[in-house]
């Protein structure tokens, strides 16, 4: 080994132990990320169905994994870039988002939720796009004043990512999530607006056929 070679076995034995434990503790936050995406997708569809109890139980074991996730990437900060646990984030904050929208509560901060700022918008995106499927529920059960309750949150939603002005290595590909959002809506909008029209001209032929049967009498 030559002279300028020397320090070589030492240097790639610290890199060895480094790269050993960035895998351990990735190995450690694959799964519990996976269970807080399932958690939250889980909390998702158990708002759908008005669970809300337990949809506000399953968003408290996302945090706990979300939180073992985290502690296992201590010695390893740069892990939390990963694709896998910014996903697990995002998907906590759209549970966490659709669960309040449809309670009516007031939405939680990046802060509480404990989340990054990229995380918190997509979330917030994907949870907006997620109010279209609810809504349409609302509609099918004949309460359009939900819907244009939901419709406004989703508008409220898109009209504060669009001034998100940042490039997609900082905010994490939200400029496609928000033009994904803009379709939503644009459907959505048109759903409920034809829905409203059929139930208004619905409402006024029932009151000229109240009105003819009168004449008849």
Not at 39 to 48: D, G, K, L, T
């Amino acid at each position: 080994m030559s002279e300028a070679t020397d320090n070589l076995d030492s240097i790639s034995e610290q890199i060895r132990q480094n790269l050993t434990a960035k895998d351990a503790a990735r190995e450690k936050m694959l799964p519990r990320c996976r269970d807080a995406i399932r958690c939250s997708s889980e909390a998702i569809r158990a708002v759908h169905r008005q669970e809300f109890v337990k949809a506000e139980g399953l968003l408290e074991s996302a945090r706990k994994l979300l939180d073992e996730a985290e502690e296992a990437l201590a010695a390893s900060a740069e892990l939390r870039n990963t694709g896998f646990f910014k996903d697990a984030q995002k998907e906590f904050v759209e549970g966490n988002v659709v669960l309040t929208i449809v309670t009516g509560k007031p939405l939680p901060t990046p802060d509480v939720l404990r989340v990054d700022s990229a995380a918190y918008l997509n979330g917030l995106a994907e949870a907006a796009s997620e109010m279209r499927r609810y809504l349409l529920d609302s509609m099918r059960q004949g309460d359009l004043s939900k819907g244009e309750e939901l419709l406004r949150a989703m508008d409220d939603i898109y009209d504060v990512l669009v001034t998100m002005d940042f490039p997609d290595a900082i905010t994490g590909g939200l400029r496609r999530t928000t033009d994904m959002l803009r379709g939503v809506l644009e459907r959505t909008r048109s759903d409920l607006t034809l829905a409203i029209r059929q139930k208004d001209l619905g409402n006024r032929l029932d009151k000229l056929e109240r009105n003819l049967e009168g004449h008849l009498e």
